[in-house]
């Protein structure tokens, strides 16, 4: 049985940091990419992050320059350092893993965490 667990999220002033940690087990596959989507009230799911096993990463245009995922694949666990947070990035993340839906695009179709509430004021 697959189990991500999310950690990390909190409460930020507009301009601060926060780091997210998401573990992954029970998920047996050679090849697979791990990432980040986010979820606000009345906005659409939007992908972040993503990162395969190769180390190659792709980013919304929304937090390019600000956000920077890295994976240990040894520990099968994601990080998303998110700096320069602004009140849009207030939203609720999810890890997400694959073998499959590994675009910005499909990464909430993968296996998913139960997410970590992300609140930036301003």
């Known amino acids: 049985q697959v189990q991500l667990v999310e950690s990390g999220g909190g409460s930020v002033q507009a301009g601060g940091s926060l780091r997210l940690s998401c573990a992954a087990s029970?998920?047996?596959?050679?090849?697979?990419?791990m990432g980040w989507f986010r979820q606000a009230p009345g906005k659409e799911r939007e992908g972040v992050a993503r990162?395969?096993?190769?180390?190659?990463?792709s980013y919304a245009d929304s937090v390019k320059g600000r956000f920077t995922i890295s994976k240990d694949n040894a520990k099968k666990t994601a990080y998303l350092q998110m700096n320069s947070l602004k009140p849009e990035d207030t939203a609720r993340y999810y890890c997400?893993?694959?073998?499959?839906?590994?675009?910005?695009?499909?990464?909430?179709?993968?296996?998913g965490g139960q997410g970590t509430q992300v609140t930036v004021s301003s």
């Open positions: 990162v395969d096993d190769d180390g190659s990463t």
């Open positions: 997400a893993v694959s073998g499959t839906f590994c675009s910005l695009g499909t990464l909430y179709l993968g296996y």
């Open positions: 029970g998920y047996n596959y050679d090849s697979y990419c």
